[in-house]
């Protein structure tokens, strides 16, 4: 059974940085790609960034100069790095995998940012 473990959320004042990360339970590199979504209150879930087996990343225009998606294959851990937080940056954060057979999903952590 593939699970995918978030943590690092919390309340942070606008300004402030967390790292959020993301846990599997088997190997990284088993995942063609794995993202960070988003989703904030009567809002859609929104793609925030990903990062490809190949280590390639993208990050969505609204975070691309503030955050930052990497992964420690020897941990098998996918982090979101998030400096300069906005209060519109709250939501809560999903963790997703994609193995090239079906998809993946972490539980969610709450990324609360106060102005």
């Known amino acids: 059974q593939v699970q995918l473990v978030e943590s690092g959320g919390g309340l942070v004042q606008a300004g402030g940085s967390l790292r959020l990360s993301c846990a599997t339970s088997t190997n990284i590199v088993s995942f063609n790609r794995m993202s960070w979504y988003r989703q904030a209150p009567g809002k859609e879930r929104e793609l925030v960034a990903v990062i490809l087996f190949g280590g390639y990343t993208s990050l969505a225009d609204s975070v691309k100069d503030r955050f930052n998606i990497s992964r420690d294959i020897a941990k098998n851990t996918m982090y979101l790095q998030m400096n300069t937080l906005k209060p519109e940056d709250t939501a809560v954060y999903y963790c997703?995998?994609?193995?090239?057979?079906?998809?993946?999903w972490g539980q969610g952590t709450q990324v609360t940012v106060s102005s």
């Open positions: 997703h995998g994609h193995n090239g057979i079906r998809d993946y």
